[in-house]
């Protein structure tokens, strides 16, 4: 009897749930509001690594700056980035390591970081071939650089502490006044 009473209670013509046109329609929405920003955000995700990679290139090169003040040479291209990591056999003054994660030898799409030391002009290059890992390219795929020019990593990107100051001392006697070819 009691369930004779429940559904006598009960609007006549009106039931429970959504009918298969609401839920497509409510589903349609989601996909176009979905469909108008995917693009936006991977591309902002793209540019993110990008500028991270960039940060990544600018202090590694205040390592190598800190590497050079404590030792008074670059690495050489044979012991490359990884003199940062692992004292160099037969070196004095070496006071690393100065860079604690190995993952920090590689850009934010997983190549490793190119190292160029032009020991003759005591200068270096650090290149990351960007998202395509290719040299050249435009946008995210574009090749990054650092230092821009010898002697700025340690100006443009101090390092905290003792190595820091030293890489930043190093750096500012070693700089040379730009000529006017440069």
């Known amino acids: 009897m009691r369930r004779k009473a429940r559904r006598g209670l009960r609007l006549p013509g009106r039931e429970d749930g959504y009918t298969l046109t609401e839920m497509l329609v409510v589903i349609g929405i989601i996909g176009l509001i979905a469909a108008a920003l995917t693009p936006n955000i991977i591309g902002q995700m793209g540019r993110a690594k990008s500028k991270a990679a960039q940060l990544q290139l600018d202090t590694l090169a205040a390592d190598v700056e800190a590497f050079s003040a404590d030792v008074q040479r670059y690495p050489t291209k044979s012991e490359g980035l990884n003199a940062l990591v692992q004292e160099p056999q037969g070196?004095?003054?070496?006071s690393g390591p100065y860079v604690r994660d190995l993952k920090m030898l590689n850009d934010?799409?997983?190549q490793p970081i190119t190292y160029d030391v032009d020991t003759d002009k005591r200068t270096f290059v650090l290149t990351s071939l960007g998202a395509d890992g290719k040299p050249g390219g435009s946008g995210v795929n574009r090749d990054l650089h650092a230092p821009t020019h010898a002697g700025a990593a340690a100006v443009a990107t101090p390092v905290s502490g003792p190595a820091g100051t030293a890489a930043a001392q190093a750096a500012t006697q070693t700089?040379?006044?730009p000529t006017a070819a440069q």
């Not at 070196?91 to 070496?94: E, I, Y």
Request: proline share 20%.
């Open 108 to 110: 934010p799409w997983g």
């Open 175 to 177: 700089q040379t006044p």
């Open 91 to 94: 070196l004095d003054g070496w």
